[in-house]
């Protein structure tokens, strides 16, 4: 019987590289939902077959699978030359989310290969799903990288995995020569609600790109906090073009809701002094 259990998943495997695609589907399907003790040392072993489908499409399964058993066998198809290959294996370690690999795969956002803008994408994704901490400096130094979407997403990893930890490297790209990565930094300061990042922000405010600048004033209305309001009022007074006033107003006003909300719908009678006497 265990003879006959092999024969059938070696055959299944071996269909994985077979020319008609629906004959793929269906070994693919039975493969993932095999409970039989051969079927995840047989895909293992198949890691190594080779045809690059089988070895593609195997790493897939134990992703899916989340079999921890895979995870170094998997690292090792990191170098696999078939592209296929390397981008399976990448989520599939993501997908079992072992800190074995984060290492591995953190050495690959470095990677230059003709290919490298889609793995390096997929490492970063499958780091955020792993979470492990140890990678943290990597992607603080691979966020200075002049590209938006590599930004984007070492930023989402980072917020994933220790958010307090993009909130530096962020407050620096304010002062990027590209206002593209500028929008994205205030953006995601927003998202943070870092304290921090209230008075870099107000400086913005004082530049000439007015899409920065409302970039600014959003990630400020999120933050929300009462010291966002007088250096608000402050730059309001000194304003001159009349419909970014009326940006920082509606702002100033979003952000007392904000307080009110926050005090029970009762402002103290300090603050609002404070915002009384400064606009006077």
Do not use: W
Not at 71 to 90: A, C, F, G, Q, Y
Not at 145 to 169: C, G, H, K, N, Y
Not at 173 to 191: P, T
């Amino acid at each position: 019987m265990s003879s006959k259990q092999k024969e059938k998943i070696l055959s299944l495997i071996k269909s994985l590289s077979h020319p008609d695609y629906s004959e793929i589907e269906k070994a693919y399907r039975e493969l993932k939902k095999s409970k039989s003790k051969f079927t995840v040392p047989l895909l293992i072993k198949s890691l190594q077959d080779r045809e690059p489908l089988v070895r593609k499409f195997c790493a897939d399964i134990l992703g899916e699978k989340k079999e921890p058993d895979a995870v170094l066998p998997l690292i090792e198809n990191l170098k696999d030359p078939d592209v296929r290959v390397i981008v399976s294996t990448i989520i599939a370690l993501g997908e079992i989310g072992d800190k074995r690999s984060t290492e591995e795969i953190a050495l690959l956002l470095k990677d230059e290969s003709p290919f490298f803008y889609f793995i390096r994408l997929c490492a970063i994704d499958a780091l955020a799903k792993i979470g492990d901490l140890i990678v943290v400096p990597t992607l603080i130094e691979a966020i200075k990288e002049d590209d938006i979407i590599f930004m984007r997403s070492i930023v989402e990893t980072l917020i994933t995995i220790d958010p307090q930890s993009a909130v530096s490297p962020l407050i620096e790209i304010l002062q990027d020569k590209e206002s593209l990565c500028r929008d994205h930094a205030a953006e995601f300061l927003g998202l943070l609600e870092d304290k921090n990042a209230i008075d870099p922000l107000i400086n913005v405010l004082k530049e000439e790109d007015i899409e920065v600048k409302i970039c600014a004033l959003q990630a400020l209305s999120k933050i929300g906090r009462e010291e966002c309001l007088l250096p608000l009022i402050n730059i309001y007074k000194e304003e001159n073009n009349n419909i970014f006033k009326k940006t920082i107003q509606e702002t100033i006003k979003y952000i007392l809701k904000q307080i009110e909300i926050k005090n029970n719908n009762n402002l103290s009678k300090e603050l609002i002094e404070k915002i009384f006497f400064s606009t006077r």
